[in-house]
């Protein structure tokens, strides 16, 4: 479980980065950061759900 977990941090932290950047930017984020941004927060809202309710199996 602690992998899905520092899987799920590292994710986190990605999406934090790319946010900062943009915000950084002072101009819209480019259609790929965006993407990226939304993807992330897909996979991020999936993991956490997963781990949740302890549908992933044991590594």
Do not use: F, N
């Not at 002072?26 to 965006?34: M, V």
């Amino acid at each position: 479980m602690d992998d899905y977990k520092t899987l799920l941090d590292r994710m986190k932290a990605a999406q934090i980065e790319l946010l900062a950047a943009a915000a950084r930017a002072r101009t819209l984020p480019s259609d790929g950061a965006l993407r990226k941004i939304a993807d992330l927060e897909v996979a991020i809202g999936a993991l956490e759900h997963l781990i949740d309710d302890g549908a992933l199996p044991r590594g």
